[in-house]
């Protein structure tokens, strides 16, 4: 009897010795960790780089968007308005919610016409609709003054 209670006791002692076996984490050689750190090394260093440059990034859409508004500040100046006013209006500009709003359409208006909707925008205190008809309506001239300028011989090419 002992002969069948040792093959019972071997029978139910391997499952538990083979899952103990497998169970402990195999060492890897060193030449895998070091690849592995490696890689883990490189990966933080490029999340450091991209970091420092979407700040770098975010610091200079902060200065190109103060140039733009004091770009603004002195167009409306020009205009006659007065430098707090001017700034006012300015700072009012914000070229992401612009890029995203409804541009109304300066096409075939006359510069008179134009001015009446700077006007009823800047009355109405809707300094956003103000900058872009003003931005969009110095886009109209320079885009007319490049058509109107005559090709020399020399840059068409005969």
């Known amino acids: 009897m002992k002969p069948v209670v040792l093959v019972i006791a071997l029978a139910l002692a391997a499952p538990a010795a083979f899952a103990q076996q497998h169970s402990q984490p195999t060492q890897q050689p060193r030449p895998v960790q070091s690849f592995e750190d490696l890689r883990a090394r490189e990966g933080q260093s490029r999340i450091k780089s991209m970091t420092r440059a979407q700040q770098q990034g975010y610091l200079d859409a902060m200065a190109d968007l103060e140039k733009l508004r004091g770009k603004l500040a002195d167009a409306w100046k020009g205009m006659g308005m007065s430098p707090e006013g001017a700034k006012l209006v300015a700072d009012a500009y914000d070229p992401d919610?612009?890029?995203?709003s409804h541009h109304t359409s300066l096409r075939g208006r006359s510069d008179q016409e134009i001015a009446q909707l700077i006007q009823d925008a800047l009355r109405e205190?809707?300094?956003?609709?103000?900058?872009?008809?003003?931005?969009?309506y110095q886009r109209q001239k320079l885009a007319l003054n490049e058509v109107a300028t005559p090709q020399t011989l020399g840059n068409s090419g005969l």
Not at 125 to 136: G, H, P, T, V
């Open 97 to 100: 919610l612009a890029a995203r």
């Open 125 to 136: 205190k809707k300094y956003l609709k103000a900058n872009q008809l003003l931005i969009d």
